[in-house]
């Protein structure tokens, strides 16, 4: 899929004045580098079109894309296709503004405890960052912990790998798979069925419900379906948010167990509304 992408094959492809740094933690969907512009530090994500459904973009698509400006959405900066001399069109990168801090997945691992006041300060944020994407009819489909850039001295967090946000206008293209995380997928995802904003609730909800209580609302359903978390998902039946974390509002742990209804139309119709039942 991506053999041979490498910090030398990137630095050769990618435009004038770009100066590749390094491979930053590469995650299942693309490959990521660290990458220097005129001073300026840049995280560009690598896609091939042989593979990876979001590498094929309209210039529909790229300018809904580029119109997000929002303080809790990573900007997008530039985009293009690298220029190889063998099959010149497969790899398209996508080049974002480096944000500063560390993913909430990587805090987490390294022993970070969330208080539930960062856990729905870092709700709302994302879900205000959402409502941007959305407002701008695109759907982000990869909210997880390691798209959320967090930083715990200013409490700002911020949402990743905007650049593979699919437009409601846009047809999917069938070639390659499209994002999307194990364990991180609304149920109409799993079942590879249409999306709307509504699947970015819920996986909204799947990552508040961690922050709040340090544990995948699903993970302890799983064992019911031969160990299948995506079937317990997909079943829908877990623990309310407030049986696990008691430090919640009625207002919030509701909200919260809204988001992961497994049907789009009893989940809140916007992330606004979900910024609002976060405050
Ligand atoms: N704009 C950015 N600024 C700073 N760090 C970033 C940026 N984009 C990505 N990273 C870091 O690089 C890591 C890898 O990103 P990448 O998007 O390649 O993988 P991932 O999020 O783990 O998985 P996926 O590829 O499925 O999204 C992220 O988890 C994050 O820590
Ligand atoms: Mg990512």
């Not at 979001?54 to 400006?69: C, D, G, N, Y």
């Not at 407030?242 to 509701?254: F, I, S, V, Y």
Request: with cysteine; glycine share 10%.
């Amino acid at each position: 899929m991506l053999e041979g992408v490498d910090t030398a094959f990137v630095q050769a492809g990618l435009p004038g004045g770009y100066r590749v740094a390094s491979e930053l933690d590469t995650g299942g969907y693309g490959i990521t580098f660290k990458v220097d512009r005129a001073g300026q530090a840049l995280a560009v994500k690598i896609l091939d079109t042989h593979w990876h459904e979001a590498a094929i973009r309209t210039p529909l698509e790229i300018s809904a894309l580029r119109s997000v400006s929002h303080p809790n959405v990573v900007r997008i900066v530039d985009e293009g296709t690298l220029s190889t001399p063998i099959e010149p069109g497969r790899y398209r990168y996508i080049a974002c503004e480096f944000v500063e801090g560390a993913n909430l997945g990587d805090l987490f691992r390294g022993g970070y405890e969330f208080s539930v006041g960062e856990a729905l300060s870092i709700g709302l944020q994302v879900a205000a960052g959402l409502e941007a994407i959305h407002e701008a009819r695109l759907i982000h489909r990869d909210v997880k912990p390691k798209n959320v850039m967090f930083n715990h001295v200013t409490g700002a967090a911020v949402l990743l790998d905007v650049g593979i946000a699919k437009h409601l206008d846009v047809s999917p293209v069938t070639i390659g798979t499209p994002p999307g995380t194990f364990g991180w997928k609304s149920p109409e995802q799993i079942r590879q069925d249409a999306l709307d904003k509504r699947s970015d609730i819920y996986t909204l909800g799947l990552l508040v419900y961690w922050l709040a209580t340090g544990s995948h609302p699903f993970e302890n359903r799983a064992a019911a379906h031969g160990g299948d978390l995506e079937a317990a998902m997909i079943a829908g039946q877990f623990d309310s948010v407030r049986h696990r974390q008691p430090g919640l509002t009625p207002q919030a742990a509701e909200t919260i167990d809204q988001m992961l209804a497994v049907q789009p139309y009893d989940r809140p119709r916007r992330a606004r509304d979900v910024v609002a039942a976060l405050q």
